[in-house]
């Protein structure tokens, strides 16, 4: 089945302790993205990346970090987490061209006190 | 910097009734269009998309697009509870991968 599967589903942690959000896809794209949800906001793109090594800012990067070492995996690092990035975050990958619609992962909602 | 255009809503209707959704865009370049629909704390989903102007029928969802006037909408006939869920309008323009999204407009069906 293809999906895109993001983990922890839930996480409460505190101030300043780095915590990962990993998310692995099983499509083979080339295309993904981190994405995160607050009321009233929609959704605003964190970073993306077009490919292995490549990766690039999106409207709300500060205070994030993103690797792509693998074509499958692209995890969203919080290196001093701060309550301001308490939120519903989104994963999802697409082929890349520009027809190609977004696949989302289930979602990670973080809380930081 | 593109732009996506959405009422808020609540747009509420009956059970039944047809329920017209809205987006406007900014970038002349945008040449993919996708309707994703979100249920409260859930991911998005895909229910359309749509690349050329005219309409698009899949089951009782329709989608409009006027490149001209660039505006893309949705209808759903025959409008269930079970539709009642947030609609997100996203636009990608031709070379690039990245989806803009619009901030949703909320839909509610009542029975």
């Known amino acids: 089945e293809a999906q895109v599967t993001q983990n922890p589903r839930y996480l409460i942690t505190v101030t300043g302790k780095k915590l990962t959000v990993t998310c692995s896809q099983n499509?083979?794209?080339?295309?993904m993205s981190w994405y995160r949800q607050d009321p009233g906001l929609g959704l605003r793109q964190i970073y993306y990346?077009?490919?292995?090594?490549?990766?690039d800012k999106g409207d709300v990067p500060e205070g994030y970090k993103v690797s792509r070492k693998e074509k499958r995996n692209f995890p969203l690092i919080l290196e001093s987490p701060s309550p301001n990035q308490t939120s519903l975050y989104f994963c999802?990958?697409?082929?890349?061209?520009?027809?190609?619609?977004?696949?989302f992962g289930q979602g990670t909602r973080l809380t930081v006190v | 910097q593109k732009e996506v255009e959405q009422n808020s809503g609540p747009l509420s209707v009956p059970e039944g009734a047809i329920a017209s959704l809205n987006c406007t865009y900014s970038d002349r370049v945008s040449q993919s269009f996708f309707w994703y629909r979100q249920y409260s704390g859930k991911s998005p989903e895909l229910i359309m998309s749509i690349y050329s102007n005219g309409d698009k029928e899949d089951g009782r969802f329709t989608a409009q697009l006027n490149k001209a006037s660039q505006y893309v909408s949705l209808l759903i006939r025959d409008s269930q509870p079970s539709d009642s869920a947030t609609y997100l309008c996203a636009v990608k323009a031709w070379g690039y991968s990245t989806l803009t999204f619009g901030k949703g407009t909320m839909l509610l069906v009542s029975p």
């Open positions: 990346s077009m490919n292995v090594e490549v990766t």
């Open positions: 499509m083979n794209h080339e295309y």
């Open positions: 999802a990958s697409s082929a890349g061209t520009a027809a190609a619609e977004a696949f």
